[in-house]
């Protein structure tokens, strides 16, 4: 722990600090205890249990910029001498207070930004239509400049400069977790980037495709009643592919599931789908394609994944309308194609490169998967993502993360410095039906706060020791509520690397399995 020296600020003095286009709008002390929502989308909450100082800050790099950041300092006999920047989920527009939180209470000076996104509509999306220099906030400025304010504030705060930097995030977090390692590689020692799809462009156009697909005629939706029967069809084919019936699918690109086997004979029924709900399923696991060409926009939903965030039931919820099949995947596109075009015209060959065109230069700036300037910083970055994603896909970071390593050249060069773990049964982010708690962005607290339990530990320990994670335990809980308890442990390997039974002991705890290679078998 840090010991206070007398060039330290008290909080409150903070307010009169000078950052480079920045006001700084509040610093006060915060006494505990004071609870927050641990993320945006999962409500549970988390109490904040140290005293620290709140320091708020707006940042204008620009006439048409004006991007929040947050910062807070723990006491200086509890603060671990490093800094915890944090990402933010979707469009941004507000500061996540859960991930402060989170972080505050491992001892990390903590920092989140609302990506400079509020109040500019369309869900937040709207900022590409007439503030291009928000769009420039959200997809890099913003990030980065949380980051050196961040640093400002604390050199202040405790007359010392931070030991070691870390950023987390998941989803929009991912995003700007990448973001930071391609651009900024000085910024962070260690980065955990979650749940990202680098070809943003195309991921905005995936939710199109999928509701297009539904929308093709009538019989094409598929009502919410048929998600479960679906879904157990799946898993019935798929589950045991690993070895073992456990309610997962350890990788779904070996599921080869035919949505024809459900195909009605003769009249509609409860368990079975019309011909039109056939094609419309197919369509999504095989994802977006060029009617021309036959190439691969966006990767498709992985079975599995049906009833999961932005998966098949999450689609069943709102049937699509004449023209707007859904309305937050239109967003970006009406930026090019105007707020009245009509969706069901989309032209998934001509249309793809106008859109492309116009906008994957910006928002596409993590394509490239050369990340030498971090490596060359001596950076470590862990990526995760779960094989039951329906929202950004698995296949997408996946693709990436081996495309890093052939840009290495030999995969063993890539985890001196860059690792990733896949958890099967996994929802975006966390959720889902396998183990899904292990340290990441918006979750519970692991049951243990250890290395092998969390992956930002896991990432401090390999930044401050050189240890590399081999494999990072995560936990599922009943109904994934902590407070009904654990329900299953289960390894997370270094990927390519599975987690297998070795024949004995229960198949709900983590120590009766192994990593191996995919291909190898496990000899009890």
Same mark, same amino acid.
């Given at each position: 722990?840090?010991?206070?020296?007398?060039?330290?600020?008290?909080?409150?003095?903070?307010?009169?600090?000078?950052?480079?286009?920045?006001?700084?709008?509040?610093?006060?002390?915060?006494?505990?205890p004071?609870?927050?929502?641990i993320?945006?989308?999962?409500?549970a909450?988390?109490?904040?249990t140290l005293p620290?100082?709140?320091?708020v800050?707006?940042?204008?790099?620009?006439?048409?910029s004006?991007?929040?950041?947050?910062?807070?300092l723990?006491?200086?006999?509890?603060?671990n001498?490093?800094?915890?920047?944090?990402?933010?989920?979707?469009?941004?527009?507000?500061?996540?207070?859960?991930?402060?939180?989170?972080?505050?209470?491992?001892?990390?000076?903590?920092?989140?930004t609302?990506m400079?996104?509020?109040?500019?509509?369309?869900?937040?999306?709207?900022?590409?239509?007439?503030?291009?220099?928000?769009?420039?906030?959200?997809v890099h400025?913003?990030?980065?400049?949380?980051?050196?304010f961040?640093?400002?504030?604390?050199?202040?705060?405790?007359?010392?400069?931070?030991?070691?930097s870390?950023?987390?995030?998941?989803?929009?977090?991912?995003?700007?977790?990448?973001?930071?390692a391609?651009?900024?590689p000085?910024?962070?020692?260690?980065?955990?980037a979650g749940?990202d799809a680098?070809?943003?462009?195309?991921l905005?156009?995936?939710g199109?495709?999928n509701?297009?697909?539904?929308?093709?005629e009538?019989?094409s939706?598929?009502?919410?009643?048929?998600?479960?029967?679906?879904? #157990?069809?799946v898993?019935?084919?798929?589950?045991?592919?690993?070895?073992?019936?456990?309610?997962?699918?350890?990788?779904?690109?070996?599921?080869?599931?035919?949505?024809?086997?459900?195909?009605?004979?003769?009249?509609?029924?409860?368990?079975c789908?019309?011909?039109?709900?056939?094609?419309?399923l197919q369509k999504?696991?095989?994802?977006a394609? #060029?009617?021309?060409?036959?190439?691969?926009?966006?990767?498709g939903?992985?079975?599995?994944s049906?009833?999961?965030?932005?998966?098949l039931?999450?689609?069943a919820?709102?049937p699509?309308?004449a023209?707007r099949?859904t309305?937050?995947?239109?967003?970006?596109?009406?930026?090019?194609?105007?707020?009245?075009?009509?969706?069901?015209?989309?032209?998934?060959?001509h249309d793809?490169?106008v859109?492309?065109?116009?906008?994957?230069?910006?928002?596409?700036?993590?394509?490239?998967?050369?990340?030498?300037?971090?490596?060359?910083?001596?950076?470590?970055?862990?990526?995760?993502d779960?094989?039951?994603?329906?929202?950004?896909?698995?296949?997408?970071?996946v693709?990436?993360?081996?495309?890093?390593q052939?840009?290495?050249?030999?995969?063993?060069?890539?985890?001196?410095?860059?690792?990733?773990f896949?958890?099967p049964?996994?929802?975006?982010?966390?959720?889902?039906?396998?183990?899904?708690v292990?340290?990441?962005f918006?979750t519970?607290?692991?049951?243990?706060l250890?290395?092998?339990?969390d992956?930002?530990?896991?990432?401090?320990?390999?930044?401050?020791?050189?240890?590399?994670?081999?494999?990072?335990?995560?936990?599922k809980?009943?109904?994934?509520n902590?407070?009904?308890?654990?329900?299953?442990?289960?390894?997370?390997?270094?990927y390519?690397?599975?987690?297998r039974?070795?024949?004995?002991?229960?198949?709900?705890?983590?120590?009766?399995?192994?990593?191996?290679?995919?291909?190898?078998?496990v000899?009890?």
């Amino acid at each position: 722990m840090v010991t206070p020296t007398a060039a330290q600020e008290s909080c409150e003095s903070l307010k009169d600090l000078k950052v480079a286009d920045t006001t700084i709008t509040m610093a006060k002390s915060v006494v505990p205890p004071v609870s927050f929502p641990i993320g945006l989308t999962n409500k549970a909450m988390i109490t904040v249990t140290l005293p620290f100082c709140d320091v708020v800050g707006t940042v204008t790099p620009g006439p048409d910029s004006s991007i929040q950041v947050e910062v807070w300092l723990p006491p200086a006999s509890s603060w671990n001498g490093k800094l915890l920047g944090t990402g933010n989920g979707g469009a941004g527009g507000t500061i996540v207070h859960g991930a402060l939180a989170s972080g505050l209470e491992l001892g990390f000076a903590t920092a989140n930004t609302d990506m400079g996104t509020a109040g500019t509509g369309e869900s937040g999306w709207g900022y590409g239509m007439n503030h291009p220099e928000k769009a420039n906030d959200w997809v890099h400025r913003a990030t980065h400049l949380m980051t050196v304010f961040s640093k400002e504030v604390i050199r202040a705060y405790y007359g010392r400069t931070v030991q070691h930097s870390y950023f987390t995030g998941c989803s929009a977090g991912g995003h700007q977790a990448i973001t930071e390692a391609r651009h900024y590689p000085g910024d962070y020692d260690g980065i955990v980037a979650g749940d990202d799809a680098p070809d943003k462009t195309h991921l905005f156009m995936i939710g199109l495709w999928n509701r297009l697909a539904l929308s093709k005629e009538p019989d094409s939706f598929i009502p919410p009643s048929k998600i479960p029967m679906i879904h #157990n069809a799946v898993m019935t084919a798929c589950d045991g592919l690993d070895g073992l019936l456990d309610g997962i699918i350890d990788d779904p690109r070996r599921c080869h599931f035919d949505p024809k086997v459900l195909q009605c004979v003769g009249a509609d029924g409860p368990n079975c789908l019309m011909a039109a709900q056939v094609e419309a399923l197919q369509k999504l696991y095989d994802g977006a394609r #060029n009617p021309r060409t036959h190439e691969l926009l966006f990767a498709g939903q992985p079975p599995g994944s049906e009833l999961n965030l932005s998966g098949l039931a999450t689609l069943a919820l709102a049937p699509p309308s004449a023209s707007r099949p859904t309305p937050v995947a239109l967003s970006p596109l009406n930026w090019v194609f105007g707020a009245t075009w009509d969706s069901r015209t989309f032209d998934f060959d001509h249309d793809v490169e106008v859109f492309d065109a116009k906008w994957a230069k910006l928002f596409n700036m993590n394509m490239s998967p050369d990340l030498s300037d971090f490596e060359k910083h001596g950076g470590k970055i862990i990526f995760f993502d779960g094989w039951a994603d329906a929202l950004s896909s698995p296949y997408e970071m996946v693709g990436w993360y081996e495309s890093i390593q052939r840009t290495m050249g030999i995969p063993e060069k890539t985890t001196e410095f860059a690792r990733m773990f896949v958890a099967p049964g996994m929802s975006h982010c966390f959720g889902g039906d396998g183990p899904n708690v292990f340290g990441q962005f918006g979750t519970p607290t692991p049951p243990k706060l250890d290395p092998e339990h969390d992956v930002l530990l896991a990432l401090d320990r390999w930044v401050t020791q050189g240890v590399a994670p081999e494999k990072i335990i995560a936990t599922k809980y009943v109904n994934n509520n902590p407070a009904q308890g654990i329900s299953r442990t289960r390894p997370l390997c270094v990927y390519p690397k599975v987690a297998r039974w070795i024949g004995r002991g229960s198949t709900d705890d983590d120590a009766n399995f192994v990593c191996v290679n995919p291909t190898n078998g496990v000899q009890p």
